[in-house]
C-alpha cells in the first residue's frame, strides 16, 4: 500500500507551518510526513493545557509557565482546526500513523517473545540477573504482564501478516548489504592474488635472467660475462 498522498490544497495549512519569509530559498518543503508530525504535536500541545494536572507537574505548578503553556495551545488549536478540516490530510495521517503503529507493534512482540523465553529459561536467567533472584523475580513479572499483551497482538492475523512481510523486507535488506560487501571483498581478494602473481612473476623473470648471464659466464668467460650482464641491466 502506498502511504504518500499528493495534496492540492493545503494553503492553509502550508502558510501556519512553514517557516522563513515569502521567497526564501532555504524554506523547508512541506511533505505529507511533515504536516502529520506538525498535527501530533500540536494535538499534544493542546491535550497538555487542558490536562491541569499534567500541565502543573510540566511546569512544577509555574504560574507563568502554565499561562505560556495555554497562549501557546490556544493559538495551536486554530492552526489544528484548519488543517482537520482537510480530509484527505487527515486520512493521510491516519494512515501513517496506523503504519507507524503496526511497525511498533510488530517490534514489541519480538521484544516481548524474546522477555517470555528468557524468563522460562532457568539458566539464561540466572546468567542475566548474575544469581540475584530479585532481579529474577522482576523479569519474570515482566514476562507474566508480556505474556498477555502478546496473546492480544499475535490473535491479530492481519498485523501477524504484516509483521511476516515487515521482517521479509528487513532479511532481504540485510542479504542484499552482504552480497555487496560479499563481492567487494572477493574483488579486493582477486585484485591481491592478481598483483602477487605479477610480482611473482617478475621476480622468476630476473632470477631467470641473473641464472643465464651466469652460465654464459661459464662459457664465454669474463669480457662477455660483463656484456652480458650490461645487455641484462637495460633489459631489466
Known amino acids: 500500500m502506498q502511504f504518500s498522498t499528493i495534496f492540492l490544497s493545503l494553503a492553509l495549512a502550508t502558510s501556519?507551518?512553514?517557516?522563513?519569509?515569502?521567497?526564501?530559498s532555504t524554506t523547508k518543503a512541506v511533505t505529507d510526513k511533515s504536516l502529520c508530525k506538525e498535527m501530533k504535536s500540536l494535538n499534544k500541545l493542546v491535550e497538555l493545557a487542558s490536562n491541569e494536572t499534567r500541565l502543573a507537574d510540566k511546569t512544577n505548578n509555574n504560574a507563568t509557565k502554565i499561562a505560556s503553556i495555554q497562549a501557546k495551545a490556544s493559538e495551536a488549536s486554530v492552526t489544528l482546526a484548519t488543517m482537520e478540516a482537510n480530509t484527505t490530510l487527515t486520512m493521510t495521517c491516519?494512515?501513517?500513523a496506523a503504519a507507524e503503529q503496526t511497525k511498533d507493534d510488530c517490534e514489541d512482540i519480538t521484544d516481548m517473545t524474546k522477555l517470555i523465553a528468557l524468563a522460562a529459561n532457568e539458566?539464561?536467567?540466572a546468567a542475566k540477573s548474575n544469581g540475584n533472584t530479585t532481579k529474577e523475580d522482576n523479569i519474570k513479572a515482566k514476562a507474566v504482564k508480556a505474556q498477555t499483551k502478546l496473546d492480544a497482538l499475535t490473535s491479530n492475523t492481519t498485523l501477524m501478516s504484516a509483521c511476516t512481510e515487515i521482517a521479509a523486507t528487513k532479511a532481504a535488506k540485510k542479504a542484499a548489504k552482504n552480497n555487496g560487501t560479499s563481492t567487494e571483498n572477493s574483488?579486493?581478494?582477486?585484485?591481491?592474488?592478481a598483483t602477487g602473481a605479477s610480482a611473482s612473476a617478475s621476480s622468476s623473470s630476473k632470477s631467470s635472467a641473473t641464472r643465464t648471464v651466469f652460465t654464459l659466464r661459464e662459457n664465454f668467460g669474463f669480457v662477455s660475462t660483463i656484456a652480458l650482464v650490461i645487455a641484462g641491466m637495460l633489459v631489466l
Open 94 to 96: 491516519s494512515v501513517m
Open 123 to 125: 539458566t539464561a536467567l
Open 187 to 193: 574483488q579486493a581478494a582477486t585484485d591481491s592474488t
Open 16 to 24: 501556519a507551518l512553514a517557516k522563513g519569509g515569502k521567497g526564501n
